[in-house]
């Protein structure tokens, strides 16, 4: 097993060992079947994901491990992300105190399609992985960086934000909570604060990226913004 791999999986076991552990530890239960759908949901999500970069891509997948609030050049970034990071600690520990003290009740199916969710914000995820080897997970400018713009580009400057607000909205529903939800409201400006800075970044710093605005209007959702 060679370097990265060993990393990747480290990572990724590490990191659904802490989200089991929150969500549970704060559920007080493993009685939560929500939760182990939702877990096995996003592990095979995320191993497909890994796997196509590992065979496809591994230069990205590198700069996609190097992300976080410390990994940020920009203080302002450091500050969004660190934000951002906090609220998605809340959206698995909300419906986890959720399911403890019986606060929202939910229906299967509506849990169920908060999971289908899950995995479409992966799909979309793994589509700008396909076209866009400088999807990095921080807002930088690499030195042979180049303007996308085709495939999800071509319909909005940022399909990866837009995918990773499905993700994001489908884990409360996933998880059996009405009132997590309400989480995404509070997410959205911050996502939109991220993405307006990281388009002043771009316009300053990469080549034919304002002729690429001036094309593409929409940002975020077809038709709306």
Not at 34 to 51: D, E, R
């Amino acid at each position: 097993m060679d370097g990265l791999i060993a990393k990747t999986v480290a990572s990724l076991i590490i990191f659904m060992l802490v989200m089991g552990g929150l969500i549970f530890g704060a559920a007080g239960s493993l009685h939560y079947w929500q939760a182990w759908v939702f877990l096995i949901t996003y592990f095979v999500a995320s191993v497909g994901v890994l796997i196509d970069l590992l065979r496809r891509d591994r230069a990205l997948l590198e700069r996609r491990m190097r992300g976080g609030p410390f990994a940020e050049k920009e203080p302002v970034q450091r500050l969004i992300m660190t934000i951002v990071s906090l609220a998605f600690l809340g959206l698995l520990l909300l419906p986890a105190l959720d399911h403890r003290f019986g606060w929202s009740q939910m229906a299967v199916p509506a849990v169920l399609c908060g999971d289908v969710l899950v995995v479409l914000g992966f799909l979309g995820i793994w589509r700008v992985f396909r076209e866009n080897s400088f999807a990095a997970a921080t807002v930088e400018v690499a030195r042979d960086q180049v303007v996308i713009s085709t495939g999800p580009y071509a319909i909005v400057r940022h399909p990866m934000y837009a995918a990773a607000l499905v993700l994001l909205a489908g884990i409360p529903i996933a998880l059996g909570s009405w009132w997590a939800l309400s989480l995404i409201a509070a997410i959205l400006p911050v996502l939109i604060w991220r993405l307006l800075h990281e388009e002043n970044v771009l316009a300053a710093h990469l080549s034919g990226y304002t002729e690429y605005q001036a094309r593409v209007r929409w940002r975020l959702l077809p038709c709306v913004w």
